[in-house]
């Protein structure tokens, strides 16, 4: 075999600079920044990076005498560079050496000199550059500053556990479908090809793995006997508490995963549409179904515009997992703290209240609406549910688990239930609320 002619970890170590790069330069998603460089190499430096970036590029700031001249490209690398320092097993001067030949990699020869100066005075330097960021609750738990502030107004008690919680690798929880095989015979399956995992108590459903696998290790998966679905958001098909015969409509439905265990969990008769506002998100919901084996009527609108999809007969059962800041699920997707601007907060809310009273004109008199955020921000939650309480005579709280019920460490937050990151239940952070239309309104 030919030896390569750079440094070990090099290559890696240019890719997760373009990734990161694509992220903090170019505002593009971690997920879309990584699909050139998906190796599983690159994705680990890329979204460590990430998830520190706040705190590394601070502490990298002093080392750097003209911030202003230097290629984002360079910046990335330098910041990646400072997290395999910080947060890999490697020797630190191996990954300084990797890092020289990663600039060259990235056609940034002029830059190989200065890469190596500043990596190697962070090296020597790096105890109080980082003291000085760590100063600071944002500095120290890598959040931005405006995040941190709500974070405390809104959870003053969790606040510190939750932005731990951002910064710790999640685990990989199952759906398993309950109409095709049993938690217990599906956990044979899986010591079978010796992948530990156990059951999660509180959801019939769930199952966590020991550690993280490829979905084409896990038997079954193919043939739709099991997703990959936080514990969390498997309630969603659990509360919407559909009835045989009735119309469902899952209004905001890419790509697919609550589709999906809603269908897993139909009775007879349900007959689900699918609406998604994204034609190649809605294309996910497709390929999604195809896996389970299972069918739905799938739209590509605005949920917000029903004449562009509904036929004029009213759901008896309606979700709404509305887009939102995504708050709740930072430590599966980094990025969102270097994406999220704070004026995002009252645009979601808006648009979650304009999807909310859309819904209600399309639900029947006495049926169920379910509103869920992967948000743990108020303004998103229990806010946006009030005000369409107040301007919506015909719609009130419907009867829910309360929080004790529903989860580990749920809390109440009226009208609804919210879990948090970090929590004793281990989910991701999600808001749900239980609404029924009592009449036909005026």
């Known amino acids: 075999m030919a030896r390569s002619r750079w440094a070990p970890g090099a290559p ?30 690159v994705r ?19 080392l750097i005498s003209r911030p202003a001249g230097l290629a984002p490209l360079v910046r990335a690398l330098l910041v990646a560079g400072a997290h395999q320092v910080e947060y890999s097993r490697n020797a630190p001067e191996a990954s300084v050496h990797a890092c020289v030949d990663a600039a ?39 959040h931005p500053a405006w995040l941190v502030t709500r974070l405390l107004e809104a959870w003053p008690g969790q606040a510190a556990s939750i932005l731990d919680a951002d910064n710790a690798h999640p685990p990989m929880a199952l759906r398993i479908d309950l109409s095709r095989v049993s938690a217990e015979e599906y956990l044979g399956q899986l010591a079978s090809v010796s992948i530990g995992a156990k059951k999660i108590q ?26 990959v679905q936080d514990a969390g958001a498997q309630l969603a098909a659990r509360l919407l508490e559909m009835q045989p015969g009735q119309r469902v409509l899952d209004a905001c439905a890419a790509p697919g995963g609550k589709t999906g ?58 979700l709404v997992d509305a887009p939102c800041s995504s708050t709740g699920v930072i430590r599966r997707h980094p990025d ?56 919506e005579p015909a719609v009130a709280v419907a009867a829910m688990p ?31 609320a239980c609404l029924e239309k009592t009449t036909t309104g005026p």
């Open 12 to 41: 890696a170590l240019a890719g997760a600079a373009r990734a990161l790069e694509a992220v903090t330069g170019r505002g593009l998603s971690a997920d879309a920044a990584l699909k050139a460089d998906a190796t599983p190499a």
């Open 336 to 391: 969102i703290k270097l994406l999220r601007r704070p004026s995002d907060i009252a645009a979601f809310a808006a648009q979650q209240l304009e999807l909310l009273r859309a819904a209600v004109g399309l639900l029947a008199p006495g049926g169920r609406l379910l509103y869920c955020t992967c948000s743990v921000l108020p303004e998103e939650n229990e806010r946006v549910v009030a005000r369409l309480l107040a301007e």
């Open 44 to 62: 680990a430096i890329a979204l460590g990076s990430i998830r520190y970036y706040l705190r590394l590029s601070p502490a990298l700031a002093p």
């Open 261 to 318: 265990a809603l269908l897993e969990r139909a009775p007879p008769g349900v007959d689900v549409t699918a609406v998604d506002v994204d034609g190649e998100r809605a294309g996910l919901i497709q390929e999604n179904l195809r896996r389970l084996n299972r069918v739905a009527t799938v739209a590509v609108a605005d949920a917000r515009a029903p004449a562009s999809f509904w036929d004029g007969r009213p759901f008896g059962r309606i």
């Open 202 to 227: 509180w959801i019939d459903s769930g199952i966590v793995l020991d550690r993280p696998v490829s979905v084409s290790e896990l038997p079954g998966f193919a043939e739709g006997q099991v997703s």
């Open 402 to 432: 309360d929080a004790a019920a529903l989860a580990p460490g749920a809390l109440d937050r009226s009208p609804g239930v919210q879990l948090l990151p970090g929590a004793e239940a281990g989910t991701d952070g999600f808001y749900y």
């Open 104 to 142: 060259r990699i990235l056609r940034a020869e002029r830059a190989a000199g200065l890469v190596n100066a500043v990596l190697r005075r962070f090296v020597s330097e790096r105890a109080s550059l980082l003291e000085s960021v760590d100063a600071t609750l944002p500095g120290r738990t890598a």
